[in-house]
């Protein structure tokens, strides 16, 4: 008797089930491969984005060891001379230069700064070097007396 239930059963289920769990799953599979491929799309843009900063970073480390390393003389000259260089032109989208030679109590530095075009926020590349420091006259007095062991006479 349990058999021919069963049976029953089988034969009085809606036909139209299968297909309408078929129609939710292809739908969910559509959501899904949506999602990711919206993913991979935004991931790829971060790259790009990163892939630009750090190029801005290493060209800024580069004009900054260019422009610091002959020394003080004629860095106005390097300064007003400085360009950037033929690969960071092509590789940053709009790319423009800003150095800035800084002068406070604890030396001359360089500030070079890069600007590019990007889609959103712009980014700007920072980037300080030492070309000289300059010690305090206290620094001075305490380090040209000659220093005696703790403890001789």
Same mark, same amino acid.
Do not use: C
């Given at each position: *008797?349990?058999?021919?239930? #069963?049976?029953?059963?089988?034969?009085?289920?809606?036909?139209?089930? *299968?297909?309408?769990?078929?129609?939710?799953?292809?739908?969910?599979?559509?959501?899904?491969?949506?999602?990711?491929?919206?993913? #991979?799309?935004?991931?790829l843009g971060v790259a790009k984005d990163t892939r630009h900063y750090q190029f801005a970073?290493?060209?800024? %480390?580069?004009?900054?060891?260019?422009?610091?390393?002959?020394?003080?003389?004629?860095? +106005?000259?390097? !300064?007003?001379?400085?360009?950037?260089?033929? +690969?960071?032109?092509? $590789?940053?989208?709009?790319?423009? *230069?800003?150095?800035?030679?800084?002068?406070? $109590?604890?030396? &001359?530095?360089?500030?070079?700064? !890069?600007?590019?075009?990007?889609?959103?926020?712009?980014?700007?590349?920072?980037?300080?070097?030492?070309?000289? &420091?300059?010690? &305090?006259? %206290?620094?001075?007095? &305490? #380090?040209?007396?000659?220093?005696?062991?703790?403890?001789?006479?």
């Amino acid at each position: *008797m349990q058999r021919s239930e #069963n049976r029953y059963y089988l034969r009085k289920r809606p036909r139209g089930l *299968m297909q309408l769990e078929i129609v939710v799953a292809a739908t969910l599979l559509g959501v899904v491969i949506a999602g990711i491929a919206t993913l #991979n799309y935004r991931l790829l843009g971060v790259a790009k984005d990163t892939r630009h900063y750090q190029f801005a970073i290493h060209e800024a %480390a580069y004009q900054i060891e260019l422009l610091t390393a002959p020394g003080l003389e004629g860095l +106005d000259d390097r !300064i007003d001379e400085a360009r950037l260089s033929e +690969d960071a032109l092509q $590789s940053l989208p709009g790319g423009v *230069m800003e150095i800035q030679r800084i002068e406070d $109590s604890t030396g &001359t530095k360089v500030l070079v700064r !890069i600007r590019w075009e990007r889609i959103g926020a712009p980014v700007v590349v920072e980037l300080y070097g030492w070309a000289s &420091t300059r010690r &305090t006259s %206290a620094q001075e007095s &305490t #380090n040209s007396e000659p220093s005696s062991p703790e403890g001789s006479p």
